[in-house]
């Protein structure tokens, strides 16, 4: 307690000084991808996969027959026999390092907390 009397009010720790604070901050770049050949037209995946192999991510995204999709839960509730394995289409598989799969859990995080917010909004707005 003896310490706490004895110190002033500019004895703050450095991190909570506006110049480091500033510093700590990341500094954001625009950045423009531009399309090569069809990149740039969207891809339909209903279904993804990740497999992590030392440094990197495969992300394989993938197409299921929509019918098959919701036929699978009929037939299990009725105790019919599901197939042992389903045939898709693979659509794209994204190879990303580590990093990269951290900023797009990022992105992926803040993208969805804002849908939820704007869900729970529109349920709280009176009819």
């Known amino acids: 307690m003896a310490d706490a009397k004895g110190k002033k009010e500019d004895d703050r720790p450095a ?3 506006p110049d480091t604070a500033k510093a700590a901050e990341p500094t954001r770049m625009g950045i423009r991808l531009m399309p090569v050949d069809n990149s740039d037209q969207p891809v339909l995946a209903n279904y993804t996969n990740l497999n992590i192999a030392p440094g990197m991510a495969f992300i394989d995204f993938g197409c ?3 019918g098959l ?7 299990a509730r009725s105790g019919g026999k599901l197939p042992e ?3 898709g289409k693979l659509a794209v598989r994204v190879a990303m390092g580590y990093d ?9 995080g803040r ?3 804002g849908l939820r917010e704007a869900s729970a909004k529109a349920a709280k707005k009176p009819s």
């Not at 999709?69 to 037939?75: E, K, W, Y």
């Open 111 to 113: 993208m969805l907390g």
């Open 69 to 75: 999709l919701t036929a699978l839960p009929r037939v």
């Open 100 to 108: 990269g799969l951290a900023n797009l859990h990022q992105q992926i």
């Open 15 to 17: 991190a909570s000084t």
């Open 85 to 87: 394995s389903v045939n």
């Open 64 to 66: 299921l027959e929509p």
